[in-house]
C-alpha cells in the first residue's frame, strides 16, 4: 500500500561524501516524519536523524556536523547528505515513515530495505 525504496550507497573512501535518497510511493494522503536509521553488524538498530513535514530535525551525536537531512515534501522524499565519512559509519541505512496517513485515512508505520553504505580505503 505505501512503500519507501533506498537508493545512493555504496562504497566510499574515508573522508567522502554520499547522498542517500528514499521515496516514498503507494496511498499516501501526508506524512509527518521521515528518519533514517542504521545498523552495523552485531549491533542494534539506531536513529540517524529525522525531520518533520515543517522541517524540524535532530541527529544523533556522532553525526552532527557531517550528515544533514533534508526533504520534498511535494515529492514524498527524504535525503541523507553525509560528508566526512568514517568507516564507523558503514551499515546498511534504512529510511523510516513512522506514521503515514493513508489515502483511506489509516496509518501505517513503513521501513524502506536498506542501503549498504561502506566506508573503507
Known amino acids: 500500500q505505501v512503500q519507501l525504496v533506498e537508493s545512493g550507497g555504496g562504497l566510499v573512501q574515508p573522508g567522502g561524501s554520499l547522498r542517500l535518497s528514499c521515496a516514498a510511493s503507494?496511498?499516501?494522503?501526508?506524512?509527518?516524519?521521515m528518519a533514517w536509521y542504521r545498523q552495523s553488524p552485531g549491533k542494534g538498530r539506531e536513529l540517524v536523524a529525522r525531520?518533520?513535514?515543517?522541517?524540524?530535525?535532530n541527529y544523533v551525536d556522532s553525526v552532527k556536523g557531517r550528515f544533514t537531512i533534508s526533504r520534498d515534501n511535494a515529492k514524498n522524499t527524504v535525503y541523507l547528505e553525509m560528508n566526512s565519512l568514517k568507516p564507523e559509519d558503514t551499515a546498511v541505512y534504512y529510511c523510516?515513515?513512522?506514521?503515514?496517513?493513508?489515502?483511506?485515512?489509516?496509518?501505517?508505520?513503513?521501513w524502506g530495505q536498506g542501503t549498504l553504505v561502506t566506508v573503507s580505503s
Open positions: 525531520i518533520t513535514s515543517g522541517g524540524y530535525t
Open positions: 503507494g496511498s499516501i494522503f501526508s506524512i509527518n516524519t
Open positions: 523510516n515513515a513512522p506514521t503515514v496517513v493513508t489515502t483511506s485515512f489509516g496509518y501505517v508505520a513503513v
